[in-house]
């Protein structure tokens, strides 16, 4: 029993330190921050049990109307000398947790309503301009009253970029591309890959090389990407890869199941004109833009690992290396040396490929060095 009663009163401590220190933000926030804490009869006033009392009985409005603050002062066991118990719990309550209360258990918008120009009251069945998102908001000290789990996963810096890359809305891709090629460039903060692997396979599902394993990106961004778009990255690849093998690398081998337009044999380019890759291949100018960003994140050695561990990654350099577009060939090698000391034995397929492409490439001893 004495076990049980001197956890119980560690557990109210830790729950009254996580209220103070909830409180103590949320003033600061507000420009009004405190450090010391009320005195009344002697001793520092809880102003935990205080706020939960109150909240039991209604709230602030309703312990005032009913006049029970004198009630209150008896379940806090003041002294009889402290004569002016109630009247001081009330103005403390008033100082300390009245914002906080109606913000926090009636959801409440945070706001000050300045003198001489109180808050406009709107009429009943009214709706309001702005919503108050502060009423989801549940805080660390009531989580942990109720046992909630307190244990979140914080979102990244990227987080909206993935959310884009997601959406597959033309607008959102283009903007996440954009944004992705700027921070790749930028020197003092480099992106740092680790923080959302996922960045890398949305991209590349975006350039027409897929990993399936994560989800059916080769039929969202392929099929219906091509149906909203009329851009079919399978075709480009088919058309500016001419080893029967290394176009094989097109497909996620580990996907059980692929679209039947992506078997289809490559048709012969007899009587079809070459591929123009000016600006207006779109799909030639997305699959270099991509190629340069990663090119870009392969000089940090942060990101050397994460590139040479995705193999949706080295798919897509090696078909950049064995494409036809100089361009695009030129980056897929800068690349591929970059990461090459970091690809790993997983990778023996890929290898293959890859020393049957520096055998039979004159400038591949200058990108590459295995």
């Not at 059980?256 to 123009?276: C, I, K, M």
């Amino acid at each position: 029993m004495a076990n049980s009663t001197g956890k119980n009163l560690l557990d109210q401590r830790r729950k009254g330190q996580a209220f103070l220190d909830e409180l103590r933000q949320f003033h600061q926030s507000r420009g009004s921050p405190f450090k010391k804490i009320p005195i009344v009869g002697g001793k520092e006033l809880d102003l935990n049990a205080l706020y939960i009392r109150v909240v039991s009985l209604g709230g602030f409005a309703k312990v005032s109307d009913k006049n029970q603050w004198a009630e209150l002062g008896e379940e806090f066991n003041f002294p009889r000398s402290c004569s002016n118990a109630a009247f001081a719990l009330r103005q403390y309550y008033l100082r300390y947790l009245e914002k906080y209360e109606k913000v926090h258990h009636f959801g409440e918008d945070d706001e000050e309503a300045q003198p001489g120009n109180p808050k406009a009251s709107l009429p009943v069945g009214a709706i309001p301009s702005s919503y108050n998102y502060q009423q989801h908001v549940v805080s660390d000290y009531l989580r942990q009253s109720y046992g909630l789990s307190t244990d979140f996963i914080q979102p990244c810096d990227y987080n909206k970029l993935v959310l884009s890359l997601l959406s597959a809305l033309p607008n959102e891709v283009d903007f996440a591309v954009n944004v992705c090629t700027l921070l790749s460039n930028e020197s003092k903060h480099a992106m740092q890959l680790d923080k959302d692997p996922k960045l890398v396979t949305l991209l590349l599902a975006h350039a027409g090389v897929f990993d399936d394993s994560l989800g059916s990106f080769s039929g969202v961004f392929g099929t219906d990407w091509k149906e909203t778009t009329t851009r079919d990255f399978v075709r480009f690849w088919k058309e500016v890869v001419e080893d029967a093998e290394v176009r094989e690398l097109i497909w996620d081998k580990s996907s059980s199941a692929q679209d039947g337009t992506f078997r289809e044999e490559h048709w012969q380019s007899l009587f079809h004109p070459p591929r123009n890759p000016g600006t207006g291949d779109m799909e030639a100018q997305r699959v270099l833009q991509i190629a340069v960003i990663l090119r870009n994140l392969s000089f940090e050695e942060a990101n050397v690992k994460l590139l040479a561990a995705n193999r949706t990654c080295l798919r897509f350099l090696l078909l950049c290396a064995h494409c036809n577009l100089i361009s695009l060939r030129q980056l897929g090698l800068d690349t591929l040396g970059n990461v090459a000391a970091e690809v790993g034995p997983a990778s023996a397929r890929h290898r293959c490929l890859w020393l049957e492409f520096v055998s039979t490439t004159d400038q591949s001893e200058e990108n590459l060095s295995l």
